[in-house]
């Protein structure tokens, strides 16, 4: 079938609109007619490191949309269903099996590769081939072939622009803290970088009943995104301030019990590994620098961990539907963070998202 997609022809180039060759769902696919997709900071980084010859691709994998077509094998989706469409991952190796699908020993070839596992690719433009199949759904596109693993059925009132940054970013966030620190009430979780991921973190420990949440943000409507939370942000770039992690160890009686990072950059990821108490664990969430420098005598005389992680633990399958409960209840107050674009508006959206001006873009195809 013949639809519209955003393009990357060239190492770092822009989005280009072309009309493309979608193939024919197989046995075990599902295709999405998109109606909404976040824009992620991987999205901008992952063409910049492609080989020419890995391009022209389409990546997007925050989607949302209405299920059109379904593969004989495919079970549990029908025609016609509301979906968020998330990360891939194989569901039979050692890690799948183990419930940590964010490991999948298959996840480089089924979420980044731009092709099928087999080595077959879904679109072509003329007689050239275009990479898809990015995060198993290529969704900056307006229609996107997808599996039963990474597609979530969801409620058909609820609003698919708003559920699109669930798919990534706001499941990676959130997830960290439900799924990997799984904090207190009365214990402590500082948030370096209140971005989409951040916010979410924020939104989710406060929404849970943290009561000592510290962001750190140069951003003064980041900062003020997260005092809405009940957070106490601080500007790094103060001057005259004592340094960040000791405000933030005032702040939390002697050094946050948690901190997430989601700049990537190396001197903030090592304020936070400071500003945390004894034992105390940091996960570094950010994409960015290829090596952090570590504080090897603060690390070896207090028994911190450093760590990462993957999606924050999340199998979309399960977080995203606990998620939106949390966001049914009130918990997780998060729609705000989301400004919406129409599509032919990617460039705007793609420069406000690397200025800081929003939150979260989310891209939205007219009727």
Known sequence: MKTTAYLVEE????FVAAEVELEEPRDDEVLVRIVATGLCHTDLTVPTMLPQEMLPTVVGHEGTGVVEKVGA???????????????????????????????CEQSLLLNYMGMRADGS?????????????FFGQSSLARHALAYADNCVVVDKSLDLARLAPFACGFQTGAGTVLNVLDPAPGESIVVYGAGAVGLAAIAVARGTGVETVVAVDPVGA???AAEAYGATALDPTEEGAAPVEDRVRELTGGGATYAIDTTAIPDVVLQAQRSLRTRGVLV??????PEYTIDAIDLLSTGKIVRSSIEGESDPLVTIPELIALR?????DVDHLVTTYPFEKIADAVADSRSGAVVKPVLVWGE
Do not use: W
């Open 11 to 14: 190492p770092g180039g822009d």
């Open 73 to 103: 094998a495919v079970t549990g989706i029908e025609v016609g269903d509301h979906v968020v469409l998330s990360f891939r991952s194989c569901r039979e190796c050692g890690p799948c099996r183990a419930g940590d699908v964010g490991y």
């Open 121 to 133: 690719t879904t679109m072509k433009r003329g007689d050239q081939t275009v990479f898809g199949n």
């Open 222 to 224: 980041r900062r003020e």
């Open 284 to 289: 570094a969430l950010g994409l960015g620098a």
């Open 328 to 332: 049914e209840a009130g918990r997780f």
